[in-house]
T-cell receptor, first 118, second 111 residues
Framework: GAVVSQHPSWVICKSGTSVKIECRSLDFQATTMFWYRQFPKQSLMLMATSNEGSKATYEQGVEKDKFLINHASLTLSTLTVTSAHPEDSSFYIC??????????????FGNGTRLTVT | GENVEQHPSTLSVQEGDSAVIKCTYSDSASNYFPWYKQELGKRPQLIIDIRSNVGEKKDQRIAVTLNKTAKHFSLHITETQPEDSAVYFCAAYGGTYKYIFGTGTRLKVLA
C-alpha cells in the first residue's frame, strides 16, 4: 500500500515553455503533499507544501509564480514550472504521508521527474 | 526552523563490515526520525524510522538509535552487502510539521 505515482518520469522542454508534473496518491488520501527538488548528488530540498483546497506554502527562496502548485483533490497535486529556463533543469520529486491523522508517519515518494530545459 | 546535519558525506566499507551514519537536529520539538535509501535515479525508500519515545529500533541488519538529549540519531548497518550501496538520507519531522532532510551519505560497500 501507500503508493505515490508521479508523471511524467522525464521531460525535455524548450526554454520559455511550461511543464506540468502530476503527483497522485493511488491508495490513500493525502491532504498534504510535499514537492522536493534534487540536484545531482545532493539532498532533497523542500520547495513547497501542497495543501488540498488551499494555497501552497512555499519555502524561502522558491518563487511561487514560477512554480505553480495546485492541490485540487485529496489524491492529486500538480507542479507547473512556468517559463522554464535551463537552470530549472533538475529532478523533482513529490511525496505524501499516508498516516491520516498520525503526524508521525513516513513520507512516500513518487518516482520523480527529470526535467531538462534546452 | 529545523536544521539537520548528516555525517559522513561518503563512506566506504568492506563487505561484511558495519556502517554507521550520524545525524544531528536542532529543533527539540521534532519527534519522528525516518531514514531513506535512494539508489541512483530512483525514489527514496523508507528503510527504518524511530519515534521520540523510543531509544533504539532494530530491523534485521539495520538499527537506528536516538539520543533526544543530545539531539542526534544514527543509522547502523551490520554485515554490509554490495546491494547496500546507495545514498542514505536521514530526516527529522515534528516541530515545523515538515520533513527536513540531511545532506545524504553515499555508502559504497566493497566486495
Amino acid at each position: 500500500g501507500a503508493v505515490v505515482s508521479q508523471h511524467p518520469s522525464w521531460v525535455i522542454c524548450k526554454s520559455g515553455t511550461s511543464v506540468k508534473i502530476e503527483c497522485r496518491s493511488l491508495d490513500f488520501q493525502a491532504t498534504t503533499m510535499f514537492w522536493y527538488r534534487q540536484f545531482p548528488k545532493q539532498s532533497l530540498m523542500l520547495m513547497a507544501t501542497s495543501n488540498e483546497g488551499s494555497k501552497a506554502t512555499y519555502e524561502q527562496g522558491v518563487e511561487k509564480d514560477k512554480f505553480l502548485i495546485n492541490h485540487a483533490s485529496l489524491t492529486l497535486s500538480t507542479l507547473t514550472v512556468t517559463s522554464a529556463h535551463p537552470e530549472d533543469s533538475s529532478f523533482y520529486i513529490c511525496s505524501a504521508r499516508a498516516g491520516g491523522t498520525d503526524l508521525n508517519s513516513p513520507l512516500h515518494f513518487g518516482n520523480g521527474t527529470r526535467l531538462t530545459v534546452t | 526552523g529545523e536544521n539537520v546535519e548528516q555525517h559522513p558525506s561518503t563512506l566506504s566499507v568492506q563487505e561484511g563490515d558495519s556502517a554507521v551514519i550520524k545525524c544531528t537536529y536542532s529543533d527539540s520539538a521534532s519527534n519522528y526520525f525516518p531514514w531513506y535509501k535512494q539508489e541512483l535515479g530512483k525514489r527514496p525508500q523508507l528503510i527504518i524510522d524511530i519515534r521520540s519515545n523510543v531509544g533504539e529500533k532494530k530491523d534485521q541488519r539495520i538499527a537506528v538509535t536516538l539520543n533526544k538529549t543530545a539531539k542526534h540519531f544514527s543509522l547502523h548497518i551490520t554485515e554490509t552487502q554490495p546491494e547496500d550501496s546507495a545514498v542514505y538520507f536521514c530526516a527529522a519531522y515534528g516541530g515545523t510539521y515538515k520533513y527536513i532532510f540531511g545532506t545524504g551519505t553515499r555508502l559504497k560497500v566493497l566486495a
